[in-house]
């Protein structure tokens, strides 16, 4: 079901009792980019890849949000899913104006697989963290309870026959009988406050003035006759419901992602990390800089993750999948040895396979869902267990896979995973090495460097250097002595590299304490030098034994 | 006419031929945000004015230039215009990935306004500045005057079965006799690394193996037959030659612009100055932080500038035009005393005033050309003139306005322009003062407060400062004396507020700064003490004359 702003209060209800009644749920978004500056390297620990993506993607925009819900059927004995492809775009006013950065390549993409632009910015729901729900609240209830106290503005000269002019206008249309509204356009800014300041004294208990703003975003004064002396107070009643009205729709999907997240169901995504990430960081609260309190954090808002890319790059699945991408892994899971669930529904409420709308984050849900029921299925059947229901009564079988979120970047290394709920993978780093080489160098001449010591991973960090990780791990201190007096290159081991790139990471801080502790320095030695010079002058002035060097 | 990547390579040559033919050339541009950040104070000097807008303006995207030439008809004796549309999108590969901020209250009035989000990202010309053209360019050359050297890698055991069932797929297609290309799927970037490597060596004279991306995106690899010994060589070449052209296309829309700038001729905008640093800065050089450098490089890319909105609001127009928003000037200046020009033009090539597409780049420009013939004809008949045909020879009609952009949030106080040409206005700011209040304040307090010092102008900066300008001039003194000794505000004349805040605006460089300097005091210090000391020691030890201190 395609959700959009037309459509979300209606929705609303019906995607409740979805959640309500799913065994599981599964999400998947659409993001306006993926990585901004540095991007992760092949050998960061969990740490550094959630620092990285801190600093790198939490800047682009959640533009798309898919719920799939997977419910049940005692009946059929199978399962049905109820989903919804949500639009999301924070509009300003009432809510937060939001700048946000997009990767060209990332819209070029999404508009190649169909994604509907226009439809996102007129049409997406808007959403906030809750912090700034807090903060809008506030200031709404704040500035309702106040009574208007603008400042009162002297008309300039040049303005004076303007608004006389439309002052005019208005008593015209206010003695005339047959029209109940008139609307003032072709005034800039300043002259709408002036004629809202005008209009509103002169006209007090004839009209009530309020700005409105046209379908094209024009602002133009709207003027209604005021028809007993309690009409503006209901109208000042049903300016201020409205503003309710429009705040509770600013919040709009964040509505949405706390009731997954009060649900505590068991939530799937496929390569799930930056999906957890900005449905945190957009609808919860802004991210913590710290990474055991993000870990924690995490936790506590979504208490049973499932990532598929994971639980697919594991046994006894690895070696039967040759491409974990999710349309890939979808294929290979509906061919032998495993075989897709039969998991449709009503029409409108879900999706089908055949549907084929790759990258529709919803769509992208519900078939990260059969991803998961498949290898759920084929678990279950390698212990001979014959119902597919998924349970969290038989944990066992999903208990390896359950809040680890798959690391893509340096799965292919060993560091395949981050623990929401545990201690995260520490694998060694003593076979890897920081190269710094001549600029003309090509990849070729690495290889030639190492072409001793067995197969290298290489990833470049500039022109001039790269990190370098060896196969075979037992040569780690033989490279390291065999290098150690080149004069073209540099071999630095890994955590050795790391210490000194955190140290020098902020340079002018550096330099600063340098340059105090040399300050400090030459203060002590002044003040060294001073009492000896003083203690030679007062030894001249008098040369006798009455004076006493004291220090 | 409306220009995307599809028909950009045709419509090239006839804006070439527009611009050639034209008296003057009019621009407008849409942009994905206008300022992230603190804005433009209303007592901004140019100067603070442009480097706001460049920290705070240049990393959102233009997205819509619109062009309109406007060319005399000799026989008609009147003007024509031919006026182009387009969609401007700097998709990556072979073009520079592309990192941007969007403003959501911005791309929510665009869609307002019926902006095709869905045309942009998928039809959008491409662009880049001058330095990274040449850096791409010089790469390209590069790549392709260099083999392919890439590294040989080992297949891993576990992909090794994959592999082996695709080169025997490849093997059966080569023996095939109907069937010329075949195509590889469901493969991941490193199994397309890996076979790419064993195709090419196992079948070098048989095969020609390229990547491809599909429409939607996907990356397959293409298999090609291979009929003669030639052929890969023809293969090859027909690759570079494509790489070439799509270079071209990348460069796209930065050939219009440059095209405009050595044209030389005059450039009319409304409201143009975010118009010309988006244009300097994506289609020829990064702006310098530098101001003076930035007025020279303008005025070297484009000689002649023409604001209409400066224009508008100087006499004889200030007082006949009440609002200078371009569709209200307009409306203005197609009534008594004025009229708009006949300006019209072929099917397709141009715009009619009734097109009604405001804040479509196209035709903004084309209204804003309009708006400016009527006001130069309103001069033109003042002086008794009657031909209507904008020249430079009768340069005095037009000279006060012209390498003036107008500096919209400053206009209302004293600093309404830029002079591109020559020295800007640097109105006095004896008048204005900082406030710190209590934060419980409001605006009616900062009144209450200056009640006794006439009208006053009021900026907030945040919660508790704002700047307050006063209309009655002379009381400045007045009022610094007044407020001196106030325990609930700090009044700070504002030529010594600013200083203060550029002292203070990057605490730790000035700190830095200091410290260094202390540092080189107590070195000169220690120095000379030293000296002292060393002359009075000497002195001790050799108590005679033949010791004679130097300094």
Known sequence: MEVTRKNFQEALPLVGASIHKADFLVIDAEFTGLINGRDVTIFDSPQEYYTTLLNGSTDFLLIQYGL????WDEAKKQYTNESYNFYLFPRGRPGPEKMFLCQSSSLDFLSAQGFDFNKLIKEGISYMTEP??????????????????????????ENRSQIEGICKKVREFLDDATAQEMEIDRCNAFIRRLLFQELGTRFKTEAFV????????????????????????????????????????????????????????????????????HTLNHFFQPLPADYASFKEFTHCMFPRLLDTKYMSSLPPFKDKVNSTVLHHLLATL????????????????????????????????????????????????????HCHRVSFMNSLLLKPFINKLFLAKTANQDSPYMNLAGADPTPSRDHVFHLKFPKEWQRNDINQLFSSYGQITVQFLDETSALVGLTRRDLAKTVARAFANSSRITLVPYLKYKALTNKT?????????????????????????????????????FPDDTVTAEY
Not at 68 to 71: K, L, M, Q
Not at 140 to 153: F, G, V
Not at 218 to 229: F, I
């Open 68 to 71: 799939s819900a997977f419910c």
């Open 132 to 157: 700034t729900e807090t903060r809008l609240r506030e200031n709404l209830t704040d500035r309702q309870s106040r009574s208007s106290d603008k400042e009162s503005i002297m008309i300039p000269e």
């Open 210 to 277: 309020e700005s409105k703003v046209l379908e094209n975003k024009n602002r133009v004064l709207k003027v209604t006759k005021l028809k007993s002396a309690t009409d503006v107070k209901d109208l000042d009643t049903q300016r201020k419901e409205k503003e309710w009205e429009e705040f509770n729709e600013a919040v709009g999907f964040s509505h949405v992602a706390r009731m997954i997240s009060q649900s505590r169901k068991l939530v799937v995504g496929h390569n799930m990390l930056l999906d957890v990430l």
């Open 334 to 385: 509906a061919e032998a040895p495993f075989s897709l669930p039969m998991a449709e529904s009503e029409e409108g409420r879900g999706y089908k396979r055949a549907d084929e709308k790759l990258h529709e984050a919803g769509y992208d849900a519900y078939i990260t869902g059969l991803c998961f029921l498949a290898m759920h299925a084929h678990l279950a059947r390698m212990r001979g267990e």
């Open 505 to 541: 990471a902020n340079p002018l801080e550096r330099r600063e304490e340098t340059s105090e502790k040399f300050a400090k320095l030459c203060v002590v030695l002044t003040i060294v030098i001073l009492s000896v010079f003083i203690y030679q002058v007062l030894k001249l002035l």
